[in-house]
């Protein structure tokens, strides 16, 4: 006998898109596990309570699978739970081991079976990194901002002395580089040994920093690394430039957040602004579009939108909506 859980989600309690979840949850299910409709015996679904409109069951049904039990039950409301998701087990007259199958944000409820990727990348002061710590948040996965790892770079070769950043000059920097990234209480920390340097990082004059010692080919390929090996690791959204496009171009979930330079300056000076720095609006928008051109122009592994990302544009959306929309992305994905 196998016993096979599997869920998926839906972005609105409607008939049909609950039978269309139903009916691909179930392929899936029996292609994965090469199951004939007969050898399953017993099919139970439970969903949680925001889905009123069609019996899990019921969709079943329609979609062919009529000679197994089938059963649905309703979940209690409970909070923080992952909306509109239906959750099935099913019974099948076979040996071997299950193969369980977690669709479209339910991906998220099991990050033991496959590591769930959301690559958000975009120009700086698109909101990627707020967006992508709330993202964070509701899937309870790792908020990893890759961003923060090439400014750690930058301010480690500026205090090491250095003005210009080549590759020879970088290169030998990077075999000592003491960067690690640490996790407290599910917050990124940016550490160069025993200093946490998340604050320090944020300085202005790191940010451009950042962006010139990121074209360097040596530095990409070390960053890279350890991004992949920490993805591999953990469940995470991360944000950056190439994600999507380089770094986990298999990532089942890519956004492209962008919002026009000028929005994007307003934003960043209103942030350092709070932080206490003097800023200036017009400068800000300068070095923002200076550092897009340093971003997108270099030679390895540019900021670009890769084929498959979704483009979501933050200019007139609020953070709210853009957490929304990309989390309806995510929950409605084929
Ligand atoms: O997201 P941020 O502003 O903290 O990033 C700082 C710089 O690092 C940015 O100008 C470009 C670079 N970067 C990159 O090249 N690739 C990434 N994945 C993330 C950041």
Known sequence: ??????ATTITADEPQQIREAVAQLLREIAEKNRLRAEEMLFILFSNTADIRSLYPAKA???????????????EPDIAGALPLCIRVL???EKEGKAAHVYLRGAASLRKDLKKFAVALDGPSGSGKSTVAKLLAEKFDILYLDTGAMYRAC????????????????????????????????????????????????????????????????????????????????????LDGRDIGSFVLPNAPFKFYVTASS?????????ELRAKGFAVELGAIQKEIEERDANDMNREFSPLVRAEDAVLVDTSDLTIGEVVDTICKKIQEKV
């Not at 049904?61 to 309703?74: K, N, T």
């Not at 205090?159 to 996790?183: D, I, K, N």
């Open 262 to 270: 000028k929005v994007r300056a307003e934003r960043r000076c209103k």
């Open 60 to 74: 079943a049904r329609e979609a062919g699978f009529v000679s197994p039990a089938l059963f649905s039950a309703a």
């Open 1 to 6: 006998m196998l016993a096979i859980r599997g």
């Open 154 to 237: 930058a301010l480690y070769a500026a205090r090491a002395g250095l003005s210009e950043f080549t590759e020879e000059a970088v290169r030998p920097l990077l075999a000592s580089l003491p960067l690690r990234v640490e996790y407290i209480d599910g917050a990124q920390h940016t550490m160069l040994g025993e200093e946490d340097v998340s604050e320090a990082i944020r300085r202005p004059e790191v940010s451009m920093a950042a962006s010139r010692i990121s074209a360097l080919r040596c530095v990409r390929e070390k960053m890279v690394e350890m991004q992949r090996k920490i993805a591999s690791e953990r469940s995470c959204v």
């Open 90 to 92: 099913v019974l099948a």
